[in-house]
């Protein structure tokens, strides 16, 4: 038997039901905010991630899916949003006429060759957004804020917005310098993977599982201690903004994100302290990195899988309506032929209808009314028919009525 690849997931049932809810609840949000869709490939040419994302890093080093197709093209799956939809800001030369920010959502597949465990799969869903052109700590402000009410708005209440600010580049390469400096006499003792990190980009060593509790990282200099006066000011501002939006949020150190367009403001989002639901910030080198003018733009990811575990761990209801309008019993062809022109007629009147397709029983059947939770059914019948009549039970009070054909829709409209 072939079976699913490791890390990957088939999407059905209930927990398809659920994505459905959560799809809906996200992308309203987004069009509060003024956010348009977008979706884009699967796979683009490797050196969109491997330049976007950044050589140095564990994504592109380790995790990226990389394949060559038949044209012995470089190609990888894509294994986050951000660098595919810079290469489509950039391909359609949107830079050249910013008279208003470009705002996009998108909820994509992503792909990463990681070890799987549970909240950690080979295929996975971010749900994400990108803001090109305004910077400003109140852009900031509005991503974070989309970013927190999501989540408040999928019942996770008790979140925290983690912030830092890696301030400007001038910020930015002082702090680089000053945690080299710290960090070059015990190097030996940090992991494996820190030591490489240290060579090719160093703050990523902020943000190591293996090392997070060991003294060295937790008494390494902290960024807003070298932000220069503009850095500082900015991040107070979006911090007084913050508060005025009443959003939950605290000052962590830690955050860097590692990635090297980062800049100013970068913000993670965990629940009871545990691991990150989501993440993001301001990478104004980006646009320029891909090969565009300078641009400033800001983002953010939200883990959708782990948010929805997430849900799960805190007992969100999610209300999943899994009964049926209607089921449509029958036994002759003539009320078989009817169910099948009723179904359709009702269907497309809005409503949800089961008839036997398997030339069951009346018993057969009344089981599938049940396992279906169906509110109505009707047991057509030729004679009935004849007179252009139906008898309409209600599941729930057993109670009957006869009513003409014509007037089925009129009726479980007012009904249902
Ligand atoms: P990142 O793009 O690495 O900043 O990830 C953003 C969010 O996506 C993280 O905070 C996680 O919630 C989620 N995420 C990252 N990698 C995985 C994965 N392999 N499986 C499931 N969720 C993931």
Request: net charge negative.
């Amino acid at each position: 038997m072939i079976t699913k690849q490791k890390g990957t997931y088939d999407i059905f049932g209930e927990e398809a039901k659920k994505r459905a809810y959560v799809d809906e609840i996200l992308s309203t949000l987004c069009a509060k905010y003024n956010y348009g869709y977008i979706e884009t490939p699967v796979f683009e040419a490797s050196e969109l991630f491997h330049r976007g994302v950044g050589e140095a890093t564990d994504m592109v080093q380790k995790e990226t899916y990389d394949f060559k197709d038949r044209g012995d093209r470089n190609l990888t799956l894509r294994p986050e949003g951000t660098a595919s939809v810079v290469r489509w800001f950039l391909e359609n030369k949107f830079y050249g006429n910013l008279t208003d920010p470009i705002k996009v959502f998108y909820n994509m597949k992503m792909y990463r060759y990681e070890r799987p465990q549970s909240g950690r799969n080979r295929e996975f869903t971010q749900w994400g957004f990108e803001c090109f052109g305004c910077d400003d700590a109140r852009s900031d402000a509005e991503v974070i804020s989309l970013a927190y009410n999501a989540y408040r708005l999928l019942g996770l209440d008790d979140i925290t917005i983690k912030i830092n600010s890696l301030g400007d580049k001038e910020s930015r390469e002082n702090y680089r310098n000053a945690l080299v400096d710290y960090l070059k006499p015990h190097i030996s003792e940090l992991c494996e993977d820190c030591q490489e990190r240290f060579q090719k980009n160093p703050l990523r060593i902020l943000d190591c599982k293996v090392d997070s509790e060991s003294d060295i990282i937790k008494n390494a200099p902290k960024t807003l201690d070298f932000l220069n006066e503009e850095s500082k000011e900015r991040f107070d501002h979006l911090c007084e903004l913050l508060d005025l939006m009443e959003i939950n949020y605290e000052v962590d150190c830690k955050i860097v994100r590692g990635l090297d367009y980062y800049n100013h403001m970068v913000f993670e989002v965990v629940l009871d302290d545990s691991y990150a639901l989501g993440g993001g910030g301001r990478y104004n080198g980006l646009v320029e990195t891909l090969g565009g003018p300078s641009t400033p733009a800001v983002g953010f990811a939200m883990g959708y899988d782990r948010t929805l575990l997430a849900m799960q761990e805190k007992n969100v209801r999610i209300p999943i309506d899994d009964s049926i309008d209607l089921y449509l019993l029958s036994v002759s062809d003539t009320e078989k032929d009817t169910a099948a022109y009723l179904a359709q007629e009702l269907r497309l009147n809005g409503f949800v209808v089961e008839t036997d397709l398997l030339n069951r029983s009346l018993k057969s059947q009344f089981k599938s009314v049940d396992r279906y939770k169906a509110k109505f059914l009707i047991v057509l019948n030729d004679d009935d028919l004849a007179k252009n009549e139906v008898v309409l039970k209600d599941n729930k009070t057993k109670e009957e009525e006869r009513i003409k054909m014509n007037d089925l829709v009129d009726y479980l409209d007012m009904h249902l």
